[in-house]
Structure formats: structure tokens, C-alpha cells
């Protein structure tokens, strides 16, 4: 059975999509509405997160991230195996020690960056691998959607994207700083700038530029924002031989060689759902073995690289 904490939207759709790979699934939420939510689509509900954790073998951590820390020590002490959803955490706190009792009780510790997933990442990280754009060079990782369209109703100055100390864009697009580093190598922040546009109302920034240090002399620049109509978001890698350019929401892909022939132009099939699907397929195939996606450590990493260029750019902690 798999425990999720925290029914809010994500949790569902873990849960949801839990069920239909035909596992048992056991949620918390303080909120009975939620919980009703969960009942509803053939799961069973509780206000106890220790009651969740007993009658589980893992658990997603869905709640919000300034209690990721706390609820991944509570899996860890109750032995059970866990994705964590993005980001980590929003510090790093005792992130170390934990990742380090996982490891020593065997325990998976996964991440939830699933564009990991996402086949033309895929297909970008296998071209990288083979070195078809010869030597890479630079890259550019954009996220720019306007926050009211995400949920239509909600209130988004409720959420946690309104926090300025553990929401905002750079936290919310963690996203996008994971793919550089998985697509280019870890990464140090060299400078970072954040504002708020005063657009939304928001308390926390709005928007963000990062530029970003890999190994072997390339660098990579972050945009993200919560203000950009119509959205765009995708990335471009470039190299000695070429460059590749990702639209992420059209699923396209387009290769071009250094001398401008184009060697491939192709949208690939599914939507985000799907990658979410395949996330949760992923993180149960972890247990029976198969690396995961995205380590805790990996993770950990890039969480550590966003709170710095948080720092940069002034941001509170």
C-alpha cells in the first residue's frame, strides 16, 4: 500500500494515478473534504499521519514543502520508502542526515522533478550522451506561464507560491534548474536576479533570471516566471556540433547540425499527465530495484544550487 500525505492537487493525482497501476492507497489530509476526494476514487482516508505510515510499505510526500522535512523524518523513522515532492525541501536542514538514515536502512529516497520524464528530455539527454552536439556550450531553460491559469478558481494568493520564503518562482520552477543539471552537470549559481512585478499581488517574486556554472566550462541561464501570457516553456542546449531546442508543452524537439542541416523535427505523443503516470511507475519499479529517477541526493543538490542563487538575488530565507 502507499501512503500519501497531503490531498491537495498534486497528492491526488499521485494517488490517483497510484490506484490505476493497481496499488492500494492510503492518504492523509487534516481536511475531510479532501479526504472525501480521495474515498471517492477508491482510496482510503485519514487525519493521522502515523495512521497512513503504519499501513503503508512507501509514501508520496505531497504536503507542503515547508513540512517535506519533517514528513520525510517521519517515513524514514517508520521505515517506509519515499517520493518527495518538489521541491526537497525549502532549506537544507536535515536533509544530510536523513538522506544518510535512508541509505543505512536501505530505504529509497526519490524525487518528484518529473520532467525527468518527459520524452523529448529523453530524447535530449540521449542525444547529449552520445555526443551528437559534439562539446556542449551553453543552454537556456525557460518557464514563463501566468499563475491564475494554473488552477482557474483558486485563489492564488492563498497558496504557497505567495510565501516569499518558501514559494515564489525560483522555488516553484525548481523544475527547470533540475533539467540543467541533468541535462549539462551539477551547477554553481554565478548570479541571480529576482523581482516582483507588482502584476499579481503577490507577496514573493514573480520573476527570476539565474545564470548558472556546469563543469568543463559551459554555463546555462534560468528564466522563470509566474506573469508571461500566452506561457513558453522549453529549453535550447547548444554545442561545437549543433543545438537542440525543446518546446516542453508542444512536446517537439528540433536538431539542428552545425552546418544547418536539420537532422530532426518531431512532436512526440502524451501530455504531462502521462509523465506523471510514468513518475509514479517509476518510483514503484525503485522499490523492486531500478534506480530512481531523481535521488534524494540529486535532489538535494539542486536544492542546495536554487538556495544559493535565492541568496544571490536577495531573496529571505
Given amino acids: 500500500m502507499i501512503a500519501v500525505l497531503g490531498l491537495g492537487s498534486i497528492g491526488l493525482r499521485h494517488a490517483r494515478n497510484a490506484l490505476a497501476l493497481g496499488e492500494a ?21 485519514t487525519g493521522s499521519r502515523d495512521a497512513a505510515l503504519d499501513a503503508a510499505s512507501a509514501c508520496v510526500v505531497a504536503t507542503p514543502s515547508d513540512r517535506h522535512e519533517d514528513d520525510l523524518a517521519a517515513a524514514i523513522d517508520s521505515g517506509r520508502h519515499a517520493l518527495v515532492e518538489k521541491p526537497i525541501g525549502h532549506r537544507v536542514g536535515r536533509l544530510p542526515e536523513l538522506l544518510d538514515q535512508a541509505e543505512a536502512a536501505g530505504l529509497v529516497v526519490a524525487a518528484a522533478l518529473n520532467l525527468r520524464l518527459h520524452p523529448c528530455v529523453r530524447l535530449a539527454k540521449a542525444i547529449l550522451a552520445e555526443g551528437g552536439l559534439g562539446r556542449p ?14 488552477r482557474p478558481g483558486q485563489d492564488w494568493t492563498q497558496g504557497y507560491a505567495n510565501d516569499p520564503r518558501t514559494g515564489g518562482a525560483i522555488f516553484d520552477y525548481i523544475h527547470e534548474f533540475d533539467l540543467a543539471a541533468h541535462l549539462l552537470g551539477s551547477f554553481t549559481p554565478a548570479a541571480c536576479v529576482a523581482r516582483n512585478s507588482g502584476t499579481l499581488g503577490l507577496a514573493s517574486e514573480d520573476m527570476a533570471d539565474a545564470v548558472l556554472l556546469h563543469p568543463d566550462g559551459v554555463s546555462s541561464s534560468v528564466h522563470v516566471d509566474y506573469v508571461t501570457r500566452p506561457r513558453m516553456r522549453g529549453f535550447y542546449i547548444a554545442g561545437t556540433e549543433g543545438h537542440i531546442h525543446v518546446d516542453l508543452d508542444r512536446r517537439h524537439i528540433r536538431r539542428i547540425d552545425s552546418a544547418g542541416l536539420v537532422l530532426l523535427d518531431q512532436s512526440l505523443d502524451g501530455g504531462y499527465g502521462d509523465d506523471y503516470i510514468t513518475e509514479m511507475a517509476a518510483f514503484l519499479a525503485s522499490l523492486k530495484g531500478a534506480p530512481p529517477v531523481c535521488g534524494g541526493r540529486e535532489a538535494l543538490a539542486v536544492l542546495e544550487g536554487v538556495i544559493k542563487a535565492r541568496s544571490l538575488a536577495g531573496l529571505p530565507s
Avoid at 492523509?28 to 479532501?34: G, Y
Fill in 137 to 150: 556550450l551553453w543552454g537556456r531553460f525557460l518557464a514563463a506561464l501566468y499563475l491564475p491559469d494554473w
Fill in 25 to 45: 492507497v492510503i492518504g492523509c489530509d487534516p481536511s475531510p473534504e479532501r479526504r472525501a476526494l480521495l474515498e471517492a476514487e477508491g482510496g482510503t482516508a
